[in-house]
């Protein structure tokens, strides 16, 4: 992405329109962030650069084509931002980027860009407004956008299906969720490539933590070990700490503290790294009691 190019254009386009930079800014971001755009120091995100076009009188996605070799799409810088919300659990955050969105018609007139955000709208109504039937309607409703049994499954779709099976392990209906994983086990096996390696790895850790609350601790195990072989081939970094611990935690629930102590171990080295303080906090109070079995592992 050329910043420069970037800035250039806004500053262009602003006079054209007779903005100030205050007033470019207002509603938006700071002045001062305005200035620094300008100037090409540093590049808006994604809604920033929408609500910017939005007063310059121009589709978002003119800035993507001169700014970029090869163009790059609005909508998945979109998607990289509410993937990391998600991940960091930033949901208030989340779905103020879903608003906004929804007002944007590069979502609005196709439907399977809106797919997206229904699918985080899904996640926002269990995970803060705890309403599980609310929230199962929208991933459904969002599902059922492009579903198709005569077609692959796509990534999203898996992802939806996923957000769905990850919803039923927390309100401990077990056989729910293990059948939408298994739907999107299944569906992996057709797929010769994944664009978001992440969707096997979560997968497996979250089959292996039902796994384990249905006491088949060595299934559970197995399925650690593929998703950190899968880990390791893709290099990938994330999944290797939780799934660590959850061998760790097989270990642990039927006395084996030594193996339980060195997968802790490993977790632990893994959390250090990505610098998750949350996790490493656990882990370390884990380590040091070194008994126990009580205590589970933060969402």
């Given at each position: 992405?050329?910043?420069?190019v970037?800035?250039?254009?806004?500053?262009?386009?602003?006079?054209v329109?007779?903005?100030?930079?205050?007033?470019?800014?207002?509603?938006?971001c700071?002045q001062?962030?305005?200035?620094?755009?300008?100037?090409?120091?540093?590049?808006?995100?994604?809604?920033?650069?929408?609500?910017?076009?939005?007063?310059?009188?121009?589709?978002?996605?003119?800035?993507?084509?001169?700014?970029?070799?090869?163009?790059?799409?609005?909508?998945?810088?979109?998607?990289?931002?509410?993937?990391?919300?998600?991940?960091?659990?930033?949901f208030e955050?989340?779905?103020?980027?879903?608003?906004?969105?929804?007002?944007?018609?590069?979502?609005y007139?196709?439907?399977?860009?809106?797919?997206?955000?229904?699918?985080?709208?899904?996640?926002?109504?269990?995970?803060?407004?705890?309403?599980?039937?609310?929230?199962?309607?929208?991933?459904?409703?969002?599902?059922?956008?492009?579903?198709?049994?005569?077609?692959?499954?796509?990534?999203?779709?898996?992802?939806?299906l996923?957000?769905?099976?990850?919803?039923h392990?927390?309100?401990?209906?077990h056989?729910?969720?293990?059948?939408?994983?298994?739907?999107?086990?299944?569906?992996?096996?057709?797929?010769?490539?994944?664009?978001?390696?992440?969707i096997?790895?979560?997968?497996?850790?979250?089959?292996?933590?039902?796994?384990?609350?249905?006491?088949?601790?060595?299934?559970?195990?197995s399925?650690c070990?593929?998703?950190i072989?899968?880990?390791?081939?893709?290099?990938?970094?994330?999944?290797?700490?939780?799934?660590?611990?959850?061998?760790g935690y097989n270990?642990?629930?039927?006395?084996?503290m030594?193996?339980?102590?060195?997968?802790?171990?490993?977790?632990?080295?893994?959390f250090?790294?990505?610098?998750?303080?949350?996790?490493?906090?656990?882990?370390?109070?884990?380590?040091?009691?070194?008994?126990?079995?009580?205590?589970?592992?933060?969402?």
């Amino acid at each position: 992405m050329d910043y420069a190019v970037i800035g250039k254009k806004i500053k262009e386009l602003r006079k054209v329109v007779g903005l100030t930079q205050g007033e470019l800014a207002e509603g938006v971001c700071t002045q001062a962030l305005v200035s620094r755009i300008e100037k090409g120091d540093i590049y808006p995100s994604a809604t920033a650069l929408f609500q910017i076009s939005v007063k310059l009188g121009v589709d978002v996605n003119y800035f993507f084509e001169i700014g970029t070799t090869p163009r790059l799409d609005y909508v998945q810088e979109v998607e990289k931002q509410l993937r990391t919300l998600r991940i960091n659990r930033k949901f208030e955050d989340m779905m103020d980027l879903v608003k906004i969105e929804e007002k944007n018609p590069l979502f609005y007139k196709d439907m399977e860009k809106m797919q997206l955000l229904y699918w985080h709208k899904g996640i926002y109504a269990y995970e803060v407004e705890k309403n599980e039937e609310k929230s199962f309607s929208i991933l459904d409703r969002a599902y059922c956008i492009t579903a198709n049994q005569k077609k692959a499954m796509t990534e999203r779709e898996m992802q939806i299906l996923s957000s769905r099976g990850t919803i039923h392990t927390a309100l401990h209906q077990h056989d729910e969720a293990l059948h939408y994983f298994y739907l999107v086990e299944t569906a992996l096996k057709a797929t010769e490539q994944l664009h978001d390696k992440s969707i096997k790895t979560r997968l497996f850790y979250n089959k292996s933590r039902i796994l384990t609350r249905l006491g088949s601790y060595e299934e559970s195990t197995s399925y650690c070990r593929r998703a950190i072989n899968w880990c390791i081939e893709e290099e990938q970094l994330w999944g290797l700490g939780e799934l660590n611990y959850q061998i760790g935690y097989n270990h642990e629930l039927v006395d084996e503290m030594e193996q339980a102590l060195s997968y802790f171990n490993r977790a632990l080295h893994m959390f250090e790294l990505v610098k998750d303080e949350r996790y490493v906090a656990f882990i370390r109070e884990k380590i040091e009691k070194g008994t126990g079995g009580q205590v589970r592992c933060p969402k």
